[in-house]
């Protein structure tokens, strides 16, 4: 699961190792997802944060009718924050953002109090937050140190929000191409594994140890 950035499935682990039993590596590889975001639990996001929400695709069972726009059964939302560093170039003055570290976290309704208790969790008290003006961010300010809310536009996208967006691209492509068919109850720990090596993305073949001392350590 550490060997490559795109990860691979239960069912080419399975080919790969020779195993019988595929739903001993499934569970296995959920372990180990588990214990990747307990891990990157323990860490807040700091400085310039972007935010944003992303509707991922879920299974649904056949002859589902589903619904258009943000309440469909078929979409589950998930809250992704980005640390946005800004920099300029001391040649030509252009202003660009680097990424740092990521969040994505699976919201159980679209209310304002979920985006909340994301915010509590995930972001430190020091944090200047950018998002659109959602009327579910509407409380952010209460535990950020400032909330900048831009107008959402095509604009918005690639320059104040561009990471997060870039993020929620990348993350939709790897389940997609990856994994396909993704049941709601485990979307959650499929996004672990996203950012735990999206936010680890320089570590090289150092990321196996790493991963292993998320196993190997208590969380309780």
């Known amino acids: 699961m550490s060997m490559t950035k795109k990860g691979l499935s239960a069912k ?9 039993r595929y ?15 307990k891990r990157d639990a323990l860490y807040k996001l700091e ?14 069972p056949k002859g589902t009718k589903l619904k258009r726009g943000k309440g469909s059964q078929g979409k589950m939302n998930v809250a992704v924050a980005a640390e946005s560093v800004p920099l300029e170039d001391v ?21 304002a109090e979920a985006v909340n208790d994301v ?31 831009e107008r959402s536009s095509k604009e918005t996208t690639k320059t104040v929000l561009q990471w ?6 990348n993350a939709k492509r790897w389940l997609l191409g990856i994994h ?14 996203f950012c735990y090596k999206l936010n680890r993305r ?11 001392l998320a196993m190997a350590k208590t969380y309780w």
Not at 23 to 37: D, F, K, L, N, T
Not at 164 to 169: G, P
């Open 12 to 20: 080419e682990m399975q080919r790969q190792l020779g195993h019988s």
């Open 23 to 37: 739903q001993s590596i499934w569970r296995m590889m959920h372990v180990i997802r588990e214990a990747m975001g």
């Open 47 to 60: 400085g310039m944060i972007e935010f944003d929400e992303a509707y991922i695709k879920k299974a649904t």
């Open 91 to 111: 040649k030509d003055g252009k202003k660009s953002n680097q990424c740092r570290y990521f969040k994505m976290k699976v919201l159980e309704s679209h209310k």
């Open 119 to 149: 915010i509590k969790e995930s972001l430190s008290e020091s944090s200047i937050v950018f998002s659109d003006k959602s009327k579910s961010y509407i409380d952010i300010s209460n535990y950020v140190e400032l909330h900048i809310e």
């Open 164 to 169: 997060v967006h870039i993020t929620i691209s």
């Open 180 to 193: 396909h068919k993704i049941k709601g109850k485990y979307l959650q720990s499929y996004l672990n594994e």
């Open 202 to 212: 320089y570590f090289g073949d150092r990321l196996f140890d790493r991963v292993i």
